[in-house]
């Protein structure tokens, strides 16, 4: 079973940067697409971000297309999230993690599994 870190995170004022990453305990680049998603407070669980397992194919949600670029480093097993020009609307929990399910929409939070223990990104306005 893969297990998922996500250091980083933390404060940015509106306009700032920040880059989120996530470790995985193995490797994952064989056949995992891995995703990013994430939920503010009182809200579901939204879909972010997503990366093939090659790096070759990307797919944003369109309230961070432009803004957002995901990345990841097969030998170091960690997939990266820069995030520029961010909202206030950005603060959330995000997480990563494997997509396993292809019989749904890469949008829906059931396509991903595994998923890490989150971490907080506070935008300030």
């Known amino acids: 079973q893969v297990q998922l870190v996500e250091p980083g995170g933390g404060l940015v004022q509106a306009g700032g940067s920040l880059r989120v990453s996530c470790v995985a305990s193995?490797?994952?680049?064989?056949?995992?697409?891995m995703g990013w998603l994430r939920q503010a407070s009182g809200k579901e669980r939204e879909f972010v971000a997503v990366?093939?397992?090659?790096?070759?194919?990307?797919y944003y949600a369109d309230s961070v297309k432009g803004r957002f670029t995901i990345s990841r480093d097969n030998a170091k097993n960690t997939v990266y999230l820069q995030m520029n020009s961010l909202k206030p609307e950005d603060t959330a929990v995000y997480y990563c993690?494997?997509?396993?399910?292809?019989?749904?929409?890469?949008?829906?939070?059931?396509?991903?599994?595994?998923w890490g223990q989150g971490t907080q990104v506070t935008v300030s306005s």
């Open positions: 993690a494997v997509r396993t399910n292809y019989g749904v929409a890469i949008r829906t939070t059931s396509a991903y599994d595994y």
């Open positions: 193995r490797r994952t680049s064989v056949s995992a697409a």
């Open positions: 990366i093939s397992s090659s790096g070759g194919y990307t």
